[in-house]
Every structure is written in structure tokens, then in C-alpha cells.
């Protein structure tokens, strides 16, 4: 086990130095995970429920973070380390395989989301073996989802207590931008005139701060992925 933490360590240092570099280019590819915020707003104001609203929004949530994921997942993996990936290379390869994507998107969130409604830990579990399906897709195009599924799975299990750790720890984070996002709109609320603004700025504070957080799983997990990967003496397909 103290193994498999020493094996965070080499990811991390990577992960700063392409955040470092590149901090804006990382923080834009993670707008469509963010932009669920505001969907999230419209169904909520548009069905005046929070429960039905977030449920109606929770496909795009699946998808939009997978699409985010995936790129910068190919901003990090195709190019040469130092450098960047240009933004329409890097779009490119996640539209190429959009529609595995999306389709292993809703099929692992809905997995995930029975497993979180039935019993947190199994919602973690199941999160945690499909860790790296958006990654594989990537850079081993040309497969089906079902054999994504299983190779995920095979990376994933020897690691399997490591991953839930990181799936928890990223499922806490998401939840404290949920929180501070309440926070600012209370404290918006109670320094503005106009709720319509306080509303605004909030989403504004959140989307954010939901960027920030989606930047640095991301960047570390894409790190974190390729030398999990390298461990097997593979390398993800050069094929755009």
C-alpha cells in the first residue's frame, strides 16, 4: 500500500509543472464540466424544483465532465512534455471519438449513480474502476465500450483502495465549491440590491472555483494515468 502512495508523488510534480505553464489553457478546457452550474440554474428556475432539476441535468453533467476530462487528457498525453497541445488538435481528438465517449459517460454515471443511491460505497466503488475509461478511449481508439469497461478495471483493481480515496477526496471538493457557491450567493444577497446579480456573481464564484478544482484532478489524473500505463511498458496511440 505505501507503495501505491509513493506512486502519487511523480504525477504531482508533472501535474505542476503543466499547470504552471500552461494555467489558462487547462482552466478553459474544463468550461463544459463547469457550464452544468449554469444548466443546472435554467432546469431549476424552469421546473421550480432543485431535486427534479438536478436529476434532469445530471446526463449533461455526465458528458460535459467526461468531454473535459478527455480533453485535457489529450492536451497532456500527445505532446511532447513542456509543451502544449494546440486547442484545435486537442478538440479534434476528443471529437473523433465523441460518441463513445458520451455513450461511457452516461452508462458509467448511471452505474455510479445507482451504486450512490443504494449505498455510498458502492457508488465509489464503481466511480473508482472506471477511473480511466475516457483516458483509454483516447489512447486506445478504435475499440469498444464494453472493452474499455474491463480494461479500466484491470488497471484500476490492483489500486482499487487508492482510487476510491481519490474519487472521495474529488467528490469532497466538488461538494465544498457547492458550499462556498451558497455561501456567496448569501453573502451577494445581503451586499446587493438586485438578487438577479448576486445570482449571477455566485454562479460566476462557482463556476470557478469548479474549474479550478476539475483543472487539477484532471491534469494529475491524466499524469497519474500514463504512468499507470507506462508501468505495463505501454504509450498512449499517436492516432489523432
Keep these: 500500500m505505501r507503495s501505491h502512495f509513493k506512486a502519487l508523488l511523480p504525477p504531482i510534480a508533472k501535474s505542476g ?9 487547462f482552466l478553459g478546457l474544463q468550461i463544459p ?3 452544468y452550474l449554469v444548466v443546472e440554474y435554467f432546469l431549476r428556475d424552469a421546473l421550480g424544483n432543485e431535486t427534479i432539476a438536478t436529476l434532469a441535468g445530471t446526463p449533461y453533467l455526465f458528458i460535459a465532465s467526461t468531454f473535459s476530462t478527455a480533453a485535457t487528457f489529450a492536451s497532456v498525453a500527445f505532446t511532447p512534455e513542456g509543451t502544449l497541445s494546440a ?8 471529437r473523433a471519438q465523441w460518441k463513445i465517449l458520451a455513450l461511457a459517460s452516461l452508462v458509467i454515471g448511471f452505474i455510479t449513480l445507482v451504486g450512490m443511491l443504494a449505498l455510498l460505497l458502492p457508488g465509489l466503488y464503481f466511480a473508482a474502476l472506471y477511473l480511466f475509461v475516457p483516458h483509454l478511449i483516447l489512447s486506445e481508439p478504435g475499440q469498444n465500450l464494453w472493452a474499455y469497461l474491463d480494461r479500466s478495471k484491470r488497471l484500476s483493481r490492483p ?3 487508492l482510487h476510491i480515496g481519490v474519487v472521495l477526496f474529488t467528490l469532497i471538493l466538488m461538494v465544498w465549491v457547492y458550499v462556498v457557491g451558497d455561501m456567496s ?6 451586499e446587493l440590491a438586485s438578487s438577479s446579480i448576486a445570482i449571477g456573481l455566485s454562479l460566476v464564484v462557482q463556476m470557478f472555483l469548479s474549474m479550478v478544482v476539475g483543472c487539477l484532478v484532471d ?6 494515468f500514463l504512468e499507470l500505463k507506462g508501468a505495463s511498458n505501454e504509450s498512449p496511440s499517436t492516432t489523432p
Excluded: D, E, K, M
Aim: hydrophobic share 45%; charged share 10%.
Design 185 to 190: 450567493t448569501s453573502l451577494f444577497g445581503s
Design 87 to 94: 486547442l484545435q488538435s486537442t478538440c479534434n481528438r476528443v
Design 17 to 25: 509543472r503543466s499547470l504552471l505553464a500552461h494555467p489558462f489553457h
Design 219 to 224: 491534469v494529475w489524473l491524466s499524469h497519474y
Design 33 to 35: 464540466a463547469a457550464s
Design 159 to 161: 489500486r482499487i483502495f
